[in-house]
C-alpha cells in the first residue's frame, strides 16, 4: 500500500500530465517535503542563462527548395536552487519567419530573462508558459528553448522523466526515420547502403525533378519502409496523386506535406483519394491550427520548434486523437536536448523523425539514443539529458 507521501507524488505526476496546477494537490502538506525543492531553506528564484550555438552538419544538407552546412541554434539554461535545466531554439533558416532569427531569438530570451524570476514556483508551467507566450506574437523557437528547459527543471525536481509523468510506456516508443538528403545517385545509393543497416524506416526529401530517379536508387539497395518527405514541392493535385499512386507501389508507407500550404483544398482533394496517409507539416504550427486540418490531411507532425514547446505538443497529441487523427513527431536540426524533449512523448505516435541529432556533429548532450533503429529513452528524470 502507498504510503502518503508516495501517494502525493503518484498525484504530482497526474496533475502535471493532464495540465492541472501541481499546487492544487498539496493540501496539508508542504511542496519542499515532498519534492526536496529549495533545498537551502533561502527564497530561491529562478535564473536565465542563454548563449549562440552554431549547429554544424555531418553533410551538406538538402530539401527541395535550398541546401545547407549549419544551423543557427541557441542554448538555454533554467537554474533553481542549484538544479539546472536545459532547452535550446534551432532556427533553419528557411523557417525564420515562423521561428525567428538570432537576433530576435535572443532579443525575446533577454525579455523572459528580466521576468522569470518573478514566479516563485516553477511547477507552475501553465501559468509561467501562458505568461510567456504573450509577451510576443512569434517567436515560437525562443518559446520552446524556455519551455523545455522549464520541463527538464521541473522533471528534475519530480526526480522522475516525462514519459512517465505522462503515464506513457518508454517500451512503446517507435523506431526513427533518418533522413536521406536530394543528391546524386552514386551518392544517394551509399548514404542508402549506411543507413539500411542501422534504421527500420527510412525518409526520403523529394519535391523536385528527380523524385522518381530517388527512390528507384533507393530501391536498388534496400526494401526497407520509406517516409517521403515532398516539403511542398508538387504544385498540382492531379500530379501530386499520380505520384502517391506510384509511391503506393514502391512500399512507400506515408506522405508529408505533398503540396503548398497555401493549396488546402487541393491537398484534401489528394488526401481523400490517396491510398497513403497523408501528413501536415508546413500547414501546421500550432495547436490552434489542429482542429482545422482535420478532412485536410490523415494526421499531423508535431515539432516542438514551432509549437512552443512539450507543453503545447503534448495538448496537440490528445486533440488529434480526440479528433481521430494520426500523430507524427519531427525535429529540425537539434541537439539531444530538443530531440529528448520531444521523444518523451514518442511513445504516443504512429511516425517518429528525430534524427536532428545524428545529422549534427557537435552535440553538447547525451540523451535519447537510437539502438537498432528504434528510440530509446534513457532512465533519466527531466527530458533525459546530460551535459557532455
Known amino acids: 500500500m502507498q504510503n502518503r507521501r508516495d501517494f502525493l507524488k503518484t498525484a504530482a505526476f497526474a496533475a502535471l500530465g493532464s495540465g492541472m496546477v501541481i499546487n492544487n494537490v498539496f493540501a496539508g502538506e508542504s511542496t519542499p517535503a515532498l519534492f526536496n525543492i529549495n533545498k537551502s531553506g533561502v527564497n530561491a528564484k529562478m535564473k536565465l542563462r542563454f548563449f549562440p550555438y552554431e549547429l554544424k552538419l555531418r553533410h551538406v544538407f538538402t530539401v527541395a527548395t535550398y541546401s545547407r552546412t549549419t544551423t543557427p541554434d541557441v542554448q538555454v539554461e533554467i537554474e533553481y536552487d542549484g538544479i539546472t535545466g536545459y532547452g535550446e531554439a534551432s532556427m533553419p533558416p528557411y523557417l525564420q519567419k515562423e521561428l525567428g532569427t538570432m537576433e530576435s531569438v535572443l532579443a525575446f530570451l533577454k525579455k523572459v530573462q528580466d521576468v522569470i524570476g518573478q514566479f516563485p514556483d516553477p511547477f507552475q508551467l501553465e501559468d509561467i508558459l501562458a505568461y510567456i507566450d504573450k509577451l510576443s506574437p512569434g517567436?515560437?523557437?525562443?518559446?520552446?528553448?524556455?519551455?523545455?528547459?522549464?520541463?527538464?527543471?521541473?522533471?528534475?525536481?519530480?526526480?522522475?522523466?516525462?514519459?512517465?509523468?505522462?503515464?506513457?510506456?518508454?517500451?512503446?516508443?517507435?523506431?526513427?526515420?533518418?533522413?536521406?538528403?536530394?543528391?546524386?545517385?552514386?551518392?544517394?545509393?551509399?548514404?542508402?547502403?549506411?543507413?539500411?543497416?542501422?534504421?527500420?524506416?527510412?525518409?526520403?526529401?523529394?519535391?523536385?525533378?528527380?523524385d522518381k530517379e530517388m527512390i528507384e536508387t533507393i530501391r536498388s539497395v534496400t526494401d526497407l519502409p520509406i517516409a517521403v518527405d515532398a516539403n511542398q514541392g508538387w504544385t498540382d493535385k492531379h500530379y501530386a496523386l499520380d505520384m502517391i499512386n506510384w509511391l503506393k507501389e514502391k512500399d512507400i508507407v506515408m506522405i508529408e506535406q505533398p503540396m503548398p500550404k497555401t493549396q488546402l483544398d487541393d491537398i484534401a482533394w489528394v488526401t481523400q483519394q490517396s491510398p497513403l496517409p497523408i501528413f501536415a507539416d508546413e500547414s501546421l504550427q500550432r495547436l490552434s491550427d489542429v482542429a482545422g486540418l482535420k478532412g485536410a490531411f490523415h494526421g499531423i507532425n508535431i515539432k516542438l520548434m514551432k509549437c512552443t514547446g512539450m507543453r503545447e505538443g503534448w495538448k496537440m497529441v490528445t486533440l488529434a486523437r480526440a479528433l481521430g487523427m494520426k500523430v507524427m513527431v519531427g525535429c529540425m536540426t537539434e541537439t539531444s536536448c530538443a530531440c529528448s524533449a520531444a521523444a518523451q512523448f514518442s511513445p504516443a505516435v504512429d511516425f517518429a523523425d528525430l534524427d536532428g541529432n545524428l545529422l549534427i556533429a557537435n552535440d553538447r548532450f547525451k540523451g535519447m539514443e537510437v539502438v537498432k533503429g528504434k528510440i530509446t529513452l534513457p532512465d533519466l528524470p527531466g527530458i533525459g539529458v546530460v551535459k557532455l
Open 139 to 210: 517567436d515560437a523557437a525562443a518559446k520552446a528553448a524556455v519551455d523545455i528547459a522549464l520541463h527538464d527543471l521541473v522533471g528534475k525536481l519530480l526526480q522522475a522523466p516525462w514519459y512517465r509523468i505522462w503515464g506513457l510506456d518508454k517500451e512503446k516508443a517507435p523506431s526513427t526515420t533518418f533522413t536521406i538528403g536530394i543528391d546524386t545517385p552514386d551518392v544517394v545509393r551509399e548514404k542508402t547502403k549506411e543507413c539500411a543497416e542501422q534504421f527500420n524506416i527510412l525518409k526520403v526529401k523529394l519535391g523536385r525533378d528527380n
